[in-house]
Nanobody
Framework: QVQLVESGGGLVQPGGSLRLSCAAS????????MGWYRQAPGKERELVAS???????YYVDSVKGRFTISRDNAKNTVYLQMNSLKPEDTAVYLC?????????????WGQGTQVTVSS
């Protein structure tokens, strides 16, 4: 059974920083890509950032220059360093990974972690 477990959300003031982590566990052959989505109340879920096994990355325009995605392949873990946070970054952040579990290639989701940016 493959699982994604997230951590690192919370309440932060505008201009502050948070670091999210997402660790994949279970029967895993490979993971590509890994990424973070977010969903704010009343809004569509959007892809915030993703990273491939070759370390190539994607960022949505609204977070470029503020967020950095990275991964530790040995630990099957992806990180999202969020700096200069703004109130509009408030959302539930969900980890996403395309995983080869030896039987098939499937998309997995974490449970979500709340990020609130407020003074």
């Amino acid at each position: 059974q493959v699982q994604l477990v997230e951590s690192g959300g919370g309440l932060v003031q505008p201009g502050g920083s948070l670091r999210l982590s997402c660790a994949a566990s279970g029967r895993i052959l490979s993971i590509n890509p890994m990424g973070w989505y977010r969903q704010a109340p009343g809004k569509e879920r959007e892809l915030v950032a993703s990273i491939n096994s070759d370390s190539s990355t994607y960022y949505v325009d609204s977070v470029k220059g503020r967020f950095t995605i990275s991964r530790d392949n040995a630990k099957n873990t992806v990180y999202l360093q969020m700096n200069s946070l703004k109130p509009e970054d408030t959302a539930v952040y969900l980890c996403n990974a395309h995983i080869n579990n030896y039987y098939s290639l499937k998309t997995y989701w974490g449970q979500g972690t709340q990020v609130t940016v407020s003074s």
